[in-house]
């Protein structure tokens, strides 16, 4: 297939890219870099042994999408281009709505008008917000805490409406748990501009020395050693269930709405103690106060997309560890300038 990526100079596309041309496809990434660097095109072509397709795309610009659309014929369209900061949703409401789900009205009107009718679209498992019960199913009650989290559950609806109206488009919503990890060349990883605001990479760069330690947030909580638990997933399983999604689409010419997680859930100093075994050494680290917004403990039922996917994840929490710190260690300031 031919196949765009929005969004797929990003952590989760440009892992993704990879394991798309391996299974053979045609992949052309289109980005505004606004949180990503030219630098992981070079490393792209490094990896696969190619020129790596490129389009300069943000998809705020109407106009310039509809008139990528119009010059390019596409079999599917995976959408990773979002901005994905929960603190900074909260500050900047307006900005994440227009990005969000402003650029994805813009796309699906591009494919609507180029009759692109296979999307792959980056859901989070925020929008379950505080679960009722563990492991979350995707028939759980959705309920968003924050302005990002909305972005993800209008998207998702606007979604389902447009797959509704037309018997020939379909949808794969793709509910990511915790995506963590590296290609296990180390050439591409998780690159967070400024202060990491997740786990996985506060971690590396305190390991790294760029940090001085880490703040656990909050060891009272409801859970198997205080801290919060999650469900880490390896990126590069995550980036085979992409190819996975993009076949059913093709195969069963249905929608569906998955979630991709391992089903295990590992706490803060789970994760802490993996990665020191990993890197060999230790992980400095404080506990603090709860973070806002937090809540205790989320992990996925992840049989629904091993029934219609095919998919499960075979990466575990040490795999994770060992591919975020060679990455890490590699690239101790993320990539290179372009
Ligand atoms: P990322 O920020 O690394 O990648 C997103 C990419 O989209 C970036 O390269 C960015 O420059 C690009 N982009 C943003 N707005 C754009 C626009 N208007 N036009 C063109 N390009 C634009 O994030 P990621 O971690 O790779 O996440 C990918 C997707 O997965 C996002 O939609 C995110 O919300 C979702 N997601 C991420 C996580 C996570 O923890 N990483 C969890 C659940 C869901
Ligand atoms: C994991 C655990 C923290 C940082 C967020 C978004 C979610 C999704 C993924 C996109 C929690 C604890 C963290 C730190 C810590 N993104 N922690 N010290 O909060 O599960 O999910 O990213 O869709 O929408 O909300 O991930 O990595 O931030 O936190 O103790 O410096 O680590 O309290 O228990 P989270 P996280």
Redesign the pocket.
């Known amino acids: 297939m031919r196949i765009l990526l929005c969004g797929g100079a990003g952590y989760i596309g440009a892992h993704t890219y990879v394991v798309l041309v391996e299974r053979g496809h045609d992949v052309v990434v289109a980005d505004n870099f606004s949180n990503s660097s030219p630098g992981v095109l070079a490393r792209l072509r490094q990896i696969t042994g190619r020129p790596v397709p490129f389009q300069p795309l943000d998809l705020r610009d109407r106009d310039a999408v509809t008139g990528f659309f119009a010059h390019q014929a596409f079999d599917a369209v995976v959408h990773f281009a979002a901005l994905?900061s929960?603190g900074e949703s909260c500050e900047r409401p307006l900005d994440y709505f227009h990005n969000n789900i402003g650029g994805t009205l813009n796309l699906l009107h591009g494919m609507r008008e180029a009759g692109v009718d296979r999307l792959v679209f980056s859901s989070?498992?925020?929008v379950y917000g505080d679960p009722e019960r563990v492991p979350v199913r995707e028939d759980a009650r959705l309920q968003v805490t924050n302005p990002?989290?909305r972005t993800?559950l209008v998207m998702e609806e606007l979604i389902g409406d447009l797959c509704r109206s037309d018997a020939g488009f379909h949808a794969a919503n793709l509910r990511?748990f915790?995506p963590v990890g590296a290609h296990a060349s180390g050439l591409i990883g998780e690159d967070p501009t400024g202060i990491p605001?997740?786990?996985?990479p506060?971690i590396c760069q305190v390991a790294v020395g760029r940090r001085d330690r880490?703040?656990?947030?909050?060891a009272d909580w409801p859970t198997v050693d205080g801290?919060?638990v999650?469900d880490y997933i390896h990126v590069m399983d995550l980036a085979r269930a992409h190819a996975d999604a993009l076949d059913f689409l093709v195969r069963e010419r249905r929608s569906l709405t998955v979630n991709l997680g391992t089903g295990q859930g590992v706490s803060?100093l789970q994760l802490v103690e993996a990665f020191a075994q990993a890197a060999a050494r230790r992980i400095p680290y404080q506990v603090v106060a709860r973070?806002p917004g937090?809540v205790a403990e989320?992990y996925a039922d992840p049989s629904l997309a091993e029934r219609t996917l095919g998919w499960r994840a075979e990466l575990g929490i040490e795999a994770m560890c060992r591919d975020a710190w060679r990455w890490q260690s590699q690239n101790p300031q993320g990539y290179p300038m372009a």
């Open positions: 994905k929960v989070s498992a925020t990002y989290g993800k990511y915790n605001n997740n786990l996985m506060y880490l703040s656990v947030y909050g801290t919060g999650r803060v973070r937090d989320v």
